[in-house]
């Protein structure tokens, strides 16, 4: 088996397992708010920050408010979530730029996402890929992790890794494989006790314990 045939069984295998389907672990219902989740997310659970947003995206309800906000009210605001001093700081002015900078609209280049505080490329490529449908990797803890232990790239840094990534997974499975890996993290590949004999990916993958 070649490389490039046993990358397309790996993919043939998640679609299988966990569907095609384009899912978004953080509920949001406008495009600033899953932008404004996505970075409350850094170093926090996905289901922590839904149970913050639920009540913070009632009280801030509008960009605009966001923008607004009083700094300390919106640190207890979000204070579950962890980091929260860094965080509060930069929703404020990330919604203040979205505000004054782009008519109230989340851009959608990776060069424009990334000008906004607390935008970092992962969570530029969670924009462009889950608002505008842009062909994108996003490298999370998953996704890093789970790749290496695959053998589809090398690097320890995010960013080169997202660019192996894009080197061997085909364009129009960037945004799925992120989806797919973050579930297979979550289940059946845990970083502390990865169920390797259960796993439907063992005999593809070099590092699996069985």
């Given at each position: 088996m070649t490389e490039?045939?046993?990358v397309q069984k790996i993919l043939d295998l998640l679609d299988e397992h966990y569907t095609r389907e384009?899912?978004?672990y953080l509920n949001y219902e406008e495009p600033w708010q899953l932008l404004a989740a996505v970075i409350l997310s850094a170093q926090c659970t996905d289901a922590r920050v839904n149970q913050v947003t639920e009540g913070l995206f009632r009280k801030y309800d509008t960009l605009e408010k966001l923008a607004a906000a009083e700094l300390t009210e919106l640190e207890q605001d979000i204070k579950p979530t962890g980091f929260y001093h860094n965080k509060a700081r930069n929703l404020i002015s990330c919604a203040k730029d979205l505000v004054e900078k782009f008519g109230g609209k989340v851009p959608e280049?990776?060069?424009?996402?990334?000008?906004?505080?607390?935008?970092?490329?992962?969570?530029?490529?969670?924009?462009?890929g889950n608002?505008?449908?842009?062909p994108s990797v996003v490298v999370d803890t998953h996704v890093k992790r789970i790749s290496r232990k695959l053998g589809l790239v090398s690097s320890q840094d995010p960013e080169k890794i997202e660019y192996e990534l894009m080197e061997v997974l085909p364009k129009e499975h960037?945004?799925?494989?992120?989806?797919?890996?973050?579930?297979?993290?979550?289940?059946?590949c845990p970083?502390?006790?990865?169920?390797?004999?259960?796993?439907?990916?063992?005999?593809?993958?070099p590092s699996a314990e069985i």
């Open positions: 490039k045939e046993r384009y899912k978004c280049t990776l060069e424009e996402l990334t000008s906004l505080a607390g935008v970092g490329r992962k969570t530029a490529n969670v924009i462009r608002i505008y449908h842009d960037w945004i799925l494989y992120n989806i797919q890996i973050i579930t297979h993290g979550r289940g059946l970083a502390r006790n990865p169920k390797c004999v259960q796993c439907f990916l063992k005999e593809l993958c």
